[in-house]
């Protein structure tokens, strides 16, 4: 079945240093792709969306490339800010108009001053 | 707009005690979701309601029931609350229209303790 994998955190890291979040999936066809983030104590808010191959979605500083030859979704942001410290969970909708999302399992991110 | 709503925000229950979980939202969807996440496991979907009337199971709904009482309304149940249950639960809606790429809003979640 359809599955996301996220690198597992906790990750640390300063203010201002390069943030990579790493995601691939499982998927038949051509699946649309999320980024949500949560921050702490709060629900699940969409971060960023690509729904085809070679699409790049890109908010608040942050962006990830749809990679279908490498199955791949990886976020990236250049400069971290202490303001992004949460959770960021990678998911999947199926290809086909599914109801479901399919998340990963999410990875915490501190970004200390 | 609100969005979606969850009512209450906080919940302890004792072993056996039942309670129903509320969520509303205000966007005119026709999707609902119910899910659960605890710790390392990420999120995973109870219930979901793909339209007024109808409900469907996701990955875990044992112990739990939904029922979708209108467009607006969609409430979820424990009948006899279990240590196992205790969680963080969060509904989503969604306006699906065939579209997967269509996004779902989630809401600020349930904090529930069964002792």
């Known amino acids: 079945g359809d599955s996301v994998t996220q690198m597992e955190g906790p990750v640390t890291l300063s203010e201002e240093a390069f943030l990579t979040i790493n995601c691939t999936y499982t998927?038949?066809?051509?699946?649309?792709l999320f980024w949500y983030v949560q921050y702490p104590g709060e629900g699940l808010q969409l971060l960023l969306k690509a729904t085809k191959a070679d699409d790049k979605g890109s908010n608040k500083g942050f962006e990830a490339t749809y990679r279908k030859e490498t199955t791949s979704f990886h976020l990236e942001k250049g400069s971290v800010q202490v303001s992004d410290s949460a959770v960021y969970f990678c998911a999947l909708s199926p290809f086909g108009g599914s109801e479901k999302l399919v998340f990963g399992k999410g990875t915490k991110l501190t970004v200390n001053p | 707009n609100a969005g979606v709503t969850q009512t209450p925000k906080f919940q302890v229950l004792k072993t056996g005690q039942s309670m129903t979980l509320q969520c509303a939202q205000d966007m005119n969807h026709n999707s609902m979701y119910w899910y659960r996440q605890d710790p390392g496991m990420g999120l995973r979907l109870i219930y979901y309601?793909?339209?007024?009337?109808?409900?469907d199971k996701g990955e875990v709904p044992n112990g739990y029931n939904v029922s979708r009482l209108n467009k607006r309304e969609f409430s979820l149940r424990l009948e006899s609350a279990a240590p196992s249950q205790t969680s963080v639960y969060f509904c989503a809606s969604r306006n699906a229209g065939g579209h997967s790429y269509n996004e779902q809003f989630f809401g600020p979640g349930t904090r529930l303790t069964v002792l």
């Open positions: 998927a038949t066809g051509y699946p649309s």
């Open positions: 309601s793909a339209s007024e009337g109808t409900t």
